[in-house]
DNA sequence: TTGAAAGCGCTACCAC
DNA sequence: GTGGTAGCGCTTTCAA
């Protein structure tokens, strides 16, 4: 069995109150008890119940992180700055990888609130916003991370995704690409649709179009249908000499595209990704890439939630940060004629 | 306020056992009441204390995944794949970034206790197995995962390390290699120990020797120091013509050591991975890898463990995967003279 | 078939 | 300073 805060009491011959006290840190204990008590824990090695004390408390010191998936890079780089954030004060993390499928977020919701999380962080792409209700109405501190949602009054960390679209495109711009296009994600992914708005609006404003079939939207497998989408885009008579990507993923299936086309990067084809994670580093020829700060963003978010738990009230209601272009060698002037 | 037993109890008019019997499914209950009290909890979206119910029925439905570090793709695909296989069960997973640190370990476990986690799942090395004590005697489920602890009565799945090392040496060998050195882990990972005594034992029985400062370890940031410790045994007069890497990671680093340094993969030199992440299909050149069925170990170690929970009793003692070796463009014959 | 009641381990309020 | 005690929301006998 075991050893309860009862058997700590009996042990030392006091009320369970008494040893509530020490192990909180409240109320008067003379320093002799305190130290009698604080002794016969240790040997007893008495672990407080988390449960129990969260039964009466209301903390369970858990947080819960929505995110599409942990073993996309970024998200993982995202999961391990909160961890670490969150560790720092006693919490610890569920994971919920949802494959931006909305049935899985609703699940999870539901999960992470029977199991009383103390805050949830969202990550994750919603289409039908109405599956949040129940979270709303549950006052379960939330925020979220590296998504915008319209409209819906909770606090948000993020990156500057238009600006990070619109330093890719000036870039590709620059380098004097006219014929551009994109490999999106899952339009209920916002952020998405933000790098993309921005990437598109730069280059109307330089007078350059993108029509809407060189924006091919993968939504399952990033890799797989990235590279799939690509080959289309490539194979096409009249075909792009740069194409940005929304993530690293996409970049990646690009480049395997490219490489199984005979498409030489970035002689032929000119590729920027999205989010700089390892990837971009480890590719042939390296990825230019919209980095994000994934640390930051972990570390606020955790303190804007414990913010909240204090506070009963959030602050400032976003955060935006800001996006920098990691220019490597996957992207260069097109070639002539 | 969240509602409770009680409300739907008051609202249908029943006791909150009755209720409790119709949410747990047991009892016998007319199928009058049960339609009703179903529909009563529908309307008041009641969703059931997983805390509460913790208390007495003792579940909560909570995993711990202690690994090195979550955003390790080959980790974080391990996480994903435990995650879902205990999703399937209603299981959440709290995951706990260790870098390997004994003390962090400590830490992390001592909370999964508080918590009372139904079962611990744990992938990272520990230096003193005596940190685990308070763990083995408290009768949570506890398995091991992508590591190997000898005396420690734990139920253990993991691939065959010595077999991956052994297929890497034969790989190199059979190409002609005869000068071969090793990027190691801290040597507290068992996984490393053996993958570098089947690489050892396999030269040494060809005959070839693998001179001590031959094998470099590295702790911490994995790529960076892969890197520095690539560079050092590249840099002596004497090189080696291939480099078998503990992990991805490391591989990564000699990757780049050996672009810094002008020395060209596979052509100056053959490296070969472990793991098979994801980082293997996109580098420069691609990595020829030992590959580890991640998916089939996550699930396998969430199935003995709820085995575990339902009967108490651990089956099979280990569970022993094979890995496979993927060549890829990172390894080929040496040149000659 | 249903309900009363005794906990689960802990916190917090109020007496002493 | 210290202890008694009423819950927190739920499960589970045991009676009715």
């Not at 700055?81 to 993390?93: F, P, R």
């Not at 990070?164 to 916002?190: F, R």
Request: include cysteine.
């Amino acid at each position: 069995m075991k050893t309860t805060i009862y058997d700590v009491a009996r042990e030392a011959g006091v009320s369970i109150a008494t040893v509530s006290q020490v192990i909180n840190g409240k109320g008067k204990i003379s320093e002799e008890r305190r130290q009698e008590i604080m002794q016969i824990m240790e040997r007893l090695s008495y672990q407080p119940s988390v449960i129990a004390s969260a039964l009466t408390g209301k903390k369970t010191y858990t947080l819960g992180l929505l995110i599409p998936d942990i073993s996309n890079p970024f998200f993982a780089e995202v999961a391990r700055s909160v961890e670490d954030q969150g560790n720092q004060h006693g919490y610890s993390l569920i994971i919920c990888s949802t494959d931006n499928k909305d049935e899985r977020v609703e699940r999870y919701l539901s999960l992470l609130q029977q199991k009383s999380v103390d805050g949830i962080i969202i990550g994750t792409g919603v289409e039908n916003k109405e599956i949040l209700n129940p979270l709303m109405e549950s006052s379960i501190p939330t925020i979220l991370i590296a998504r915008d949602m319209a409209g819906l009054d909770l606090q948000t960390v993020l990156v500057d995704d238009f600006a990070g679209g619109t330093m890719a495109a000036q870039h590709l711009l620059e380098l004097g690409h006219q014929a551009l296009a994109v490999l999106a994600e899952d339009p209920k992914v916002s952020s998405s649709r933000e790098r993309i708005r921005g990437f598109k609006e730069t280059l109307v404003g330089s007078g350059i179009d993108l029509p809407g079939h060189w924006v091919q939207t993968c939504k399952d497998d990033l890799v797989k249908e990235g590279k799939l989408k690509a080959k289309a885009l490539l194979q096409q008579t009249q075909r792009p000499t740069a194409l940005f990507c929304c993530n690293d993923l996409l970049a990646i299936g690009a480049l395997q595209a490219a490489k199984e086309l005979g498409v030489k990067v970035p002689r032929d084809l000119s590729i920027v990704g999205f989010d700089n994670t390892i990837l971009a580093t480890v590719t042939d020829p390296p990825l230019t890439s919209v980095s994000q700060p994934t640390e930051s963003m972990g570390k606020l978010a955790v303190d804007l939630i414990i913010e909240q738990l204090k506070t009963k009230v959030g602050s400032t209601p976003r955060r935006v940060l800001s996006p920098e272009l990691c220019i490597r060698g996957s992207s260069a002037k097109p070639q002539q004629g």
